[in-house]
């Protein structure tokens, strides 16, 4: 049986690690890394998005952008 436990990034990850292993019962504990995956809706509603957007859009403005062919489009999605 496995119980999956999220962590924040200030989480004390050595605190808890030592305390769940003090638990009758636990054998193993594994801390894992993996990227949590997010929706669009999450992704179009953080402030990152928002400022990356905002980035893109000011970069356009100012001429700071390269055009692609359309075979290198078509190579990086795989059309």
């Given at each position: 049986?496995?119980i999956?436990?999220?962590?924040?990034?200030?989480?004390?990850?050595?605190?808890?690690?030592?305390?769940?292993?003090?638990?009758k019962?636990?054998?193993?504990?594994e801390?894992?890394?993996?990227?949590?995956?997010y929706?669009?809706?999450?992704?179009?509603?953080?402030?990152?998005f928002?400022?990356?957007i905002?980035?893109?859009?000011?970069?356009?403005?100012n001429?700071?952008?390269?055009?692609?062919?359309?075979?290198?489009?078509?190579?990086?999605?795989?059309?």
């Open positions: 049986m496995e999956k436990i999220s962590l924040d990034e200030y989480a004390d990850v050595p605190f808890i690690k030592k305390l769940l292993s003090q638990i019962g636990i054998t193993n504990i801390v894992s890394e993996e990227d949590k995956t929706s669009w809706e999450e992704i179009e509603s953080s402030d990152e928002e400022k990356l905002d980035k893109s859009r000011s970069q356009i403005k001429g700071e952008y390269q055009e692609c062919s359309e075979e290198f489009i078509n190579s990086v999605f795989k059309r």
